[in-house]
């Protein structure tokens, strides 16, 4: 092995140690959550918005051509601002994208699986939820709102 190709070598392998450090920083010390998929979670058919205790929800979202079902058809919820949302995510139809703007909030809905995330809204104002895989003739118009008051 040549001087270079070690000089190579020493640098990928820190630039993966270095990667690795800033996603285990994100997740420790910013608490950002990782998404991830959810194994003990039943694929859903109907998007709902689920109470749980004072600032703690739990939201089923199920995109389908070509809409965000958030709440039992609706594409438009509110919820207070200091809320903590667990989200749930799931796909009726074919593989979408899901991005709510504002946020870190990025999953892919896949037919047949949920994945998850978790956010707190901590700033008022209308959080726009839009599709960013392309699905079909109507993705540009894929789109719901989580207003924060």
């Known amino acids: 092995m040549d ?3 070690k ?3 020493y640098l990928s392998v820190g630039l993966l ?3 690795m450090a800033l ?3 994100a ?3 910013l608490d950002i959550d990782l998404p ?4 003990d979670v039943r694929p859903f058919t109907e998007g709902k918005l689920i109470k749980h205790a004072e600032g703690r929800y739990e939201l089923h979202i199920v995109a389908k051509m070509w809409l965000f079902d958030l709440d039992r058809g609706k594409q438009e919820i509110e919820i207070p601002a200091g809320s903590t949302v667990d989200i749930y995510l799931t796909s ?3 593989v979408h994208g899901m991005h709510i703007n504002g946020t870190t909030v990025n999953l892919m809905a896949i037919p047949g699986t949920v994945n998850y995330a978790r ?3 901590t700033k008022l104002g209308v959080y726009h939820v839009v599709c960013h895989e392309f699905c079909g003739v109507g993705h540009h118009a894929m789109q719901a709102k989580i207003v924060v008051k």
Request: net charge positive; with cysteine; hydrophobic share 50%.
């Open 23 to 25: 996603i285990v920083y």
């Open 3 to 5: 001087k270079a190709e």
């Open 7 to 9: 000089k190579a070598l």
């Open 17 to 19: 140690v270095f990667f």
């Open 27 to 29: 997740s420790k010390g």
């Open 36 to 39: 991830t998929c959810v194994t």
């Open 92 to 94: 009726a139809d074919v």
């Open 119 to 121: 956010y707190k809204f």
